[in-house]
Nanobody, 126 residues
Framework: QVQLVESGGGLVQAGGSLRLSCVAS????????MGWYLQAPGKQRELVAA???????NYLDSVKDRFTISRDNAKNTVYLQMNSLKPEDTAVYYC????????????????????WGQGTQVTVSS
């Protein structure tokens, strides 16, 4: 089993920044790829960004110039640096682990693994 704990959410004004962290514990050796998802009220959960152990990444098109995913393998931690935040970024952000990352036509695609964190709320005010 893998446990994921997110932190770093909060309330920020439009144009501001937040950094989310997700710490993995347990059978972390089983983790290759990890991702961040968001779920806005009344909407389906969608992938924001993902990264594998080699550092290859995948981003939602609407965030790729504003958000950066990174990881510290020694600390079993994945980060999501969110800059130039917009009100439409408001959502609960979830960490996911042990997903699959495949490459097709020069782009990486992430499929979620079985492990989810509890979520952290990000609210961007206008």
């Amino acid at each position: 089993q893998v446990q994921l704990v997110e932190s770093g959410g909060g309330l920020v004004q439009a144009g501001g920044s937040l950094r989310l962290s997700c710490v993995a514990s347990g059978r972390t050796f089983s983790i290759d790829a990890m991702g961040w998802y968001l779920q806005a009220p009344g909407k389906q959960r969608e992938l924001v960004a993902a990264i594998n152990s080699g550092g290859s990444t995948n981003y939602l098109d609407s965030v790729k110039d504003r958000f950066t995913i990174s990881r510290d393998n020694a600390k079993n931690t994945v980060y999501l640096q969110m800059n130039s935040l917009k009100p439409e970024d408001t959502a609960v952000y979830y960490c996911n682990a042990a997903g699959g990352m495949t490459r097709f036509s020069g782009r990486y695609y992430y499929t979620p693994g079985p492990y989810w964190g509890q979520g952290t709320q990000v609210t961007v005010s206008s």
